[in-house]
């Protein structure tokens, strides 16, 4: 194959990785804002408590130890023990149950009907104060997260070697594609395609789409609207610690995980705020689309970084064609 | 008042149960504005109970405290011999009362199916991870309660859009989806707010043949709260008159028929 195609090639199945990732934190906003008409600007936020939680167990941190340190004069910082690594993620996930759980009780629980603005206040008010409190239980460096964080720590051995973070060439054709990539693509796709089956066939995906659609209507059938929006938080903060891992592994797990939330934001405004499928195929497009303009037109003639603009330009062009998005249900004013 | 327990012949020779659910001097209040005034009442098992009056004169709210979405301020509730505490409207359902609403409340993205699905939810039992998980217990009760789902929607003649999203459906359609949504949950009683509003002549026979069939085969206790007295006259065993959030009337269709604070009510003699 000629050089500049192998290249392009190489950029554009980056770039679907890096949609991926996208296309994960914009799933959880979906998620909440489907069910409840939360606007979650904390999503990015609850990735990168997800991931600093899921290290801080590995490496068996003392969460607070700053504070801990502080108020006692101690010093400690580590347990000295390692966690297994499915362990750890099986520990984070109750723990991102139970952020779940308190959000909904201390704040959204006092907020039911107030005016949609108020309530995305109420989220970027979570989202500084998550970001603190992680601070605070976990330190502000950054931190490798290695899915093998200590010797007999890891994940199954077949999962391992895929985690090496090595590239390797497909098919003879001097294509090169990261493996921690295809890994995430893959978990992606299990994790979307799980949700929507949840959502579905089962008694509690179905309560969820009937709170979505209908608080009232709901109500009268019996489902406790307190319950879901728990419910759907936790499935939010799943998808986080996922997005968390992800992004985790590729580029270390630091407070600039959380400002991926911002680019979710495009993303969303392509694919609509009320579609799975809309967040996935959204992230997709802002994936290739920033990497390839990046590639063919930024680097070569407009001196490079627009990678950092381009997602919401291409929002932009959205709005003011189809403002609902790709997949999102059509605004009709009847009068 | 009536006996709780005892046996009650109406006018027309209809036998209807005991006691369901009893209303004692209740009183709501929004602001300053009493919705409701001491308002007493009771419903019998097996009987179809209508609340009429003229515009705004507190039917619909009175449907609302029953269903748990309106707390009085004053008053019980008392159903099936026990004082109701307070609860929450989804805890109200889950003790079998369900009820239809008058601008229609369906959830519109769904099919027809799934909506009456969403009425069998307060029985079904399993819990979270048995149902990820989609097996044995959780398969078992999904095909029971989806053989109930479709037995109802058999009997009130919706097998043609069955697969068809909500949002798509004709009001009249969507009435009947309602209450086939709201019979799916086999209540012990009934709350049908309006159910002939805004429907042509044909409709409203339609559906009065369903709800006096639904209250004939499955034997369910209804209350309904109706613009239309012909159709009230009709179909009730009993009638409760409100006007001005007070209650003027009480008792069969023809004792209401002829009390003359109803029709007083009604033909718009001027209040003092």
């Not at chain 1, 009780?105 to 109420?122: D, K, N, S």
């Not at chain 2, 004939?216 to 409100?242: K, W």
Request: glycine letters at 10%; charged letters at 20%; one cysteine or more.
């Amino acid at each position: 194959m000629p050089e500049q195609l192998v290249y392009t090639f190489e950029v554009f199945l980056n770039g679907l990785m890096a949609g991926v990732l996208y296309a994960l934190v914009a799933l959880g906003f979906v998620l909440i804002y489907k069910a409840s008409g939360i606007f979650n600007y904390a999503q990015g936020v609850m990735a990168l408590f997800a991931a600093m939680t899921l290290v801080g167990i590995q490496n068996g941190q003392v969460p607070f130890a700053h504070l801990i340190n502080a108020i006692f004069g101690t010093e400690i910082h580590h347990f000295g023990w390692h966690v297994h690594s499915i362990i750890a993620i099986a520990l984070t996930v109750v723990v991102m149950i139970a952020l779940a759980w308190a959000v909904q009780r201390f704040v959204f629980r006092h907020l039911v009907g107030q005016e949609p603005i108020l309530l995305f206040m109420a989220t970027i008010g979570l989202a500084y104060f998550m970001e603190g409190v992680a601070d605070l239980m976990w330190g502000s460096d950054i931190k490798t997260l290695n899915v093998c964080a200590a010797e007999g720590t890891c994940l199954p051995q077949g999962m391992n070697v895929w985690f090496e973070g090595s590239t390797y060439e497909a098919w003879g054709t001097g294509v090169f594609v990261d493996n921690l990539d295809i890994v995430a693509s893959i978990v992606a796709a299990v994790l979307v395609i799980g949700l929507v089956m949840f959502a579905q066939y089962t008694k509690q995906g179905r309560a969820m789409r009937a709170v979505a659609d209908d608080h009232q209507a709901a109500l009268s059938v019996g489902v406790s609207l307190n319950f879901i929006w728990v419910l759907v938080w936790s499935l939010a903060g799943f998808v986080a610690l996922v997005a968390g891992i992800m992004w985790g592994a590729k580029s270390g797990v630091q407070f600039s995980l959380s400002l991926i939330a911002l680019k979710a934001l495009p993303v969303l405004m392509l694919g609509g705020f009320t579609s799975i499928p809309g967040a996935i195929i959204g992230g997709l497009i802002i994936g290739v689309g920033e990497k390839l303009f990046e590639f063919l037109i930024g680097a070569p003639y407009l001196g490079g970084a627009t990678e950092n603009w381009f997602a919401y330009m291409l929002a932009l062009l959205f709005l003011v064609f189809r403002p609902q998005g790709l997949f999102g249900e059509k605004i009709i004013e009847r009068v | 008042m009536f006996d709780q327990v005892e046996n009650y012949v109406t006018a027309d020779g209809r036998t209807i149960g005991p006691v369901v659910m009893e209303m004692k001097n209740i009183t709501l209040r929004f602001g300053g504005v009493e919705a409701i005034k001491d308002i007493s009442f009771d419903i019998r098992e097996g009987e179809i109970r209508a609340i009429i009056g003229p515009n705004g004169a507190g039917k619909s709210s009175m449907l609302n405290v029953i269903s748990g979405f309106y707390v009085p301020q004053e008053g019980e509730v008392w159903y099936k011999g026990a004082r109701r505490a307070l609860m929450k409207p989804f805890q109200v359902a889950q003790q079998g009362i369900a009820r239809t609403f008058q601008n229609i409340a369906l959830f519109e993205g769904m099919s027809v199916l799934d909506n009456v699905m969403t009425g069998r939810l307060t029985h079904m039992k399993t819990g979270l991870f048995a149902q990820s998980l989609w097996k044995g217990k959780a398969e078992k009760e999904e095909i029971e309660n989806r053989e109930v789902a479709e037995k109802i929607i058999d009997f009130l003649e919706i097998q043609a859009i069955r697969k068809t999203p909500v949002a798509r459906l004709p009001y009249g359609l969507k009435k009947r989806v309602e209450l086939a949504r709201a019979l799916a949950a086999e209540p012990s009683l009934l709350l049908l707010d309006e159910p002939m509003a805004g429907m042509n002549v044909e409709e409203k026979e339609d559906m009065s043949r369903f709800i006096l069939d639904v209250n004939d085969e499955f034997g369910t206790t209804i209350a309904l709260i109706e613009h239309d007295m012909g159709v009230v006259m009709d179909l009730s065993d009993r009638v409760v008159v409100m006007d001005y959030g007070r209650r003027i009337g009480d008792g069969t269709p023809d004792e209401v028929r002829n009390n003359q604070e109803v029709i007083d009510a009604y033909l718009g003699v001027a209040h003092d």
